[in-house]
């Protein structure tokens, strides 16, 4: 029996050891959990609280956000604004630049119609012009023709340049020495002149007096102290005569040049006879 209470004994010893050691093993279970459980809390609590710090920073970079989106909504309206002025200002000048478009468009056909005018004119003067020196170039052969006499003995040359016709006779030819009046001989020379300077009635006269160097003396510097009044009665008295054969007196103008215009040399008397000459020049009425 007491081998039996004795065993019973140990038995229940032993499940109570059991007992201790299972509960124990739940325990340190337990506590780790626990552990565990703390340490996940104290985890989640600092990414709790850096979520706050980044959401507190989030709301102020959105208030951030929203501050320069208005200040962009007032920048645009204020763009918009100016975008309106803008426009304002460019439809103006675009309006003005198509009415100075517009004109500058006329002026240009004006100015084309003005410029067809004047080729017309051009054109029309250099007809003209080419008409004119046919005209002198069938005067000039006419005179050659009507006065190859005296330009073979060298009393008469003709000459034409750009329209313009110069008969040049020695004085000889037309007046004794020392007289301004044209004699028997000189008044048939002109004749010849006269006769195909009236085929020319749209052309100016100009006779021109001119001298050697040689000073007048003597009696007859009483009546021409110098060569220039000598000079100048010859070609007065020339003209004069081609008034009275028929030719236009507006048409003719004498002019006096003395010892002033040689075209030869006064140091040899062959020079001195080709000074001492009366030039007839033909020029157009609107020569100066």
Not at 145 to 151: P, Q, R, V
Not at 206 to 227: F, M, S
């Amino acid at each position: 029996m007491k081998k039996i209470i004795l065993f019973a004994l140990l038995c229940l010893v032993s499940l109570g050891l059991n007992g201790c050691m299972v509960g124990e093993g739940k325990y340190l279970k337990k506590v780790e959990e626990a552990d565990n459980l703390t340490k996940e809390l104290a985890a989640l609590q600092k990414e709790h609280n850096d979520l706050y710090v980044e959401n507190a920073g989030l709301k102020v970079r959105v208030e951030k956000l929203i501050g320069e989106m208005a200040d962009l909504g007032s920048e645009k309206e204020r763009l918009a604004t100016d975008n309106r002025e803008l426009e304002k200002v460019l439809k103006a000048k675009s309006d003005t630049l198509s009415q100075n478009i517009t004109e500058l468009r006329q002026k240009v056909s004006d100015l084309q119609n003005e410029n067809d005018k004047l080729k017309e004119q051009i054109a029309n003067l250099q007809k003209a012009k080419e008409e004119e020196v046919k005209k002198t170039s069938k005067t000039y052969e006419d005179l050659l023709d009507k006065m190859k006499g005296e330009i073979a003995q060298g009393q008469v040359t003709i000459s034409e340049l750009k329209g313009k016709l110069t008969v040049n006779m020695v004085d000889a030819i037309l007046f004794d020495s020392g007289k301004a009046e044209v004699k028997e001989e000189g008044l048939v020379v002109l004749q010849k002149v006269i006769d195909i300077l009236k085929s020319v009635p749209d052309k100016q006269i100009r006779i021109e007096g001119h001298t050697d160097d040689v000073q007048i003396v003597g009696a007859l510097a009483k009546k021409y102290p110098t060569n220039w009044e000598l000079s100048a009665a010859r070609a007065i008295n020339v003209a004069r005569f081609l008034q009275q054969q028929g030719l236009d007196p507006q048409l003719l103008s004498a002019a006096a040049y003395g010892k002033y215009r040689p075209v030869a040399d006064n140091t040899t008397e062959q020079g001195k006879a080709r000074n001492r000459r009366i030039e007839i020049i033909l020029v157009p009425k609107d020569a100066p």
